[in-house]
T-cell receptor, first 114, second 111 residues
Framework: DAEITQSPRHKITETGRQVTLACHQT?????MFWYRQDLGHGLRLIHY???????NKGEVSDGYSVSRSNTEDLPLTLESAASSQTSVYFC?????????????FGPGTRLTVL | QKEVEQDPGPLSVPEGAIVSLNCTYSNSAFQYFMWYRQYSRKGPELLMY????GNKEDGRFTAQVDKSSKYISLFIRDSQPSDSATYLCAMTNNAGNMLTFGGGTRLMVKP
């Protein structure tokens, strides 16, 4: 079955380290998204991509980067992890650019920055 | 001031009750309104969406949009313990595929 996976599911790191969170989908969706979820803030968009080689900044992109070298993967990199980036990170994908296309979410990565 | 406001709850109801979940928003450009359900330690999943004002029904779930008041609601009839989850509203305008989410309301349905 097609799916969207994230790895690792849990990560503890130290301030200043570079961290990469993986997202892989097997639906061949063009659109992929990264969100963070924090208590009281809901889901906030970090970066998104509408296709290979396309990346765009979302609402809270500072300190994060993404690259899209193929359709299936959109890794999220924290260049120098900060305690404020402790959060649960969700990756999502959707087929096309239609607004009503469902975004399918991965299971999430819980990141703790000490 | 957040663009989308949602009472975090928790909202605790007995099994069989009618549940009302609500969001208010400030951006009049929002045209599409979605409700996502998120079980504990899982990713959100889309329940239903509506366009502009009006009602939409899907089984035990009814979504209402009142654009004049910038207020949307999700009603759950005959609530079940399996409905216990966090419900997130999300909305977007006509321009693109970016969603703005509310903070979510945690619902607990007691048997």
């Amino acid at each position: 079955d097609a799916e969207i996976t994230q790895s690792p599911r849990h990560k503890i790191t130290e301030t200043g380290r570079q961290v990469t969170l993986a997202c892989h989908q097997t639906w061949n969706h063009n659109n992929m998204f990264w969100y963070r979820q924090d208590l009281g803030h809901g889901l906030r968009l970090i970066h998104y991509s509408y296709g290979v080689q396309d990346t765009n900044k979302g609402e809270v992109s500072d300190g994060y980067s993404v690259s899209r070298s193929n359709t299936e993967d959109l890794p999220l990199t924290l260049e120098s992890a900060a305690s404020s980036q402790t959060s649960v990170y969700f990756c999502a994908s959707s087929p096309q650019g239609r607004i009503t296309d469902t975004q399918y979410f991965g299971p999430g990565t819980r990141l703790t920055v000490l | 001031q957040k663009e989308v406001e949602q009472d975090p709850g928790p909202l605790s109801v007995p099994e069989g009750a009618i549940v009302s979940l609500n969001c208010t928003y400030s951006n009049s450009a929002f045209q599409y309104f979605m409700w996502y359900r998120q079980y504990s330690r899982k990713g959100p999943e889309l329940l239903m969406y509506t366009y502009s004002s009006g009602n939409k029904e899907d089984g035990r779930f009814t979504a209402q949009v009142d654009k004049s008041s910038k207020y949307i609601s999700l009603f759950i009839r005959d609530s079940q313990p399996s409905d216990s989850a966090t419900y997130l509203c999300a909305m977007t305008n006509n321009a693109g595929n970016m969603l703005t989410f509310g903070g979510g309301t945690r619902l607990m349905v007691k048997p």
